[in-house]
């Protein structure tokens, strides 16, 4: 359980979060919507301890994380598997040391099982042919799902922590990513997708988020979400109001 309780971040004089409270189950599927720079980056960055609140407390499974060490943090940070908004690989390695990368950093394991989980992860997000190429050579797809491996690589999470999955990516790219999402969390392990696009939320997500002004505006499912009477709201779902046909 994911709990932020009145929490406040500034940037120096630039408030991104006011008094911000929520509880998010580890196995729930929820989108944070909102527009370009209101925040929904920072929220996943305070999740885990990359920042810290200025005021307020955030509880992690019961932990108070506000106060830790980052020595402290480690655990907390293997709860959650997290991929960011960059994606960002290794320029200078392959899609194999990159995917090896977490694995040599966590676990004393040989090369031969390195190849193996490498593997095994690649496959997981289907680009094992990929293993050998170098991140410049992906298409925008590939290196998302590479950065969603690697991810994977670092712990066997509670919680996937989604950041911009399907920016820049083409509409059959982003609705790959989308089905690999729902894929990654059958098991029960949920999600935080953070992001602007809506409908590629929609496609995923069984609660709903919308940030505005450091505040969350709304708070719900799916159908409060499309039916909302929140001015912002309606203007910023405009674009998939008509393709979305409630079941
Ligand atoms: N490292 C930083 N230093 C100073 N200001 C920052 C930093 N990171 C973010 N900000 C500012 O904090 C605010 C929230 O940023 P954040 O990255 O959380 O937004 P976002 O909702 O993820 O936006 P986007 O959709 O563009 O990714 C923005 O005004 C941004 O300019
Ligand atoms: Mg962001």
């Given amino acids: ?3 932020f ?3 406040g971040f ?3 004089t630039n408030q991104v979060l006011r008094d911000m409270s929520f509880s998010i189950d580890v196995n729930e599927k929820v989108a944070i919507l909102g ?3 209101e925040g929904k980056t920072t929220i996943l960055k305070l999740i885990v301890g990359l920042i810290r609140p ?3 407390k955030i509880i992690i499974d019961g932990e ?3 106060n830790k060490t980052e020595y402290e943090l480690r655990d907390i940070r293997l709860k959650f598997s997290i991929v960011f908004q960059e994606g960002a690989l290794f320029d200078s390695l392959n899609v194999k040391e990159n995917v090896a990368f977490c694995l040599r950093e966590y676990n004393k394991i ?4 390195i190849d193996k989980k490498v593997r095994d992860l690649l496959r997981i997000v289907g680009v094992e042919e990929a293993i050998e190429l170098m991140p410049e050579e992906l298409s925008g797809g590939m290196h998302r799902r590479v950065s969603i491996a690697r991810s994977l690589a670092a712990s066997k999470p509670k919680m996937f922590l989604y950041d911009e999955p399907t920016s820049g990516l083409d509409p059959i790219n982003a609705d790959n990513i989308c089905r690999l999402i729902l894929e990654l969390s059958k098991n029960g392990t949920g999600f935080i997708i953070v992001t602007h696009k809506v409908f590629d939320a929609m496609k995923v997500a069984e609660r709903y988020m919308f940030l505005k002004d450091g505040m969350l505006l709304f708070d719900g499912d799916k159908e409060g979400l499309v039916h909302t009477n929140i001015n912002e709201i309606q203007s910023f779902i405009e674009e998939v109001r008509f393709k979305y046909e409630p079941k």
Avoid: A, L, N
Wanted: aromatic share 4%.
């Fill in 54 to 56: 200025d005021s307020g």
């Fill in 1 to 3: 359980m994911i709990v």
């Fill in 110 to 113: 040989s090369e031969e099982e």
């Fill in 35 to 37: 527009g370009s720079g």
């Fill in 10 to 12: 500034s940037y120096g």
């Fill in 5 to 7: 309780d009145k929490v």
């Fill in 64 to 66: 108070d994380i506000t």
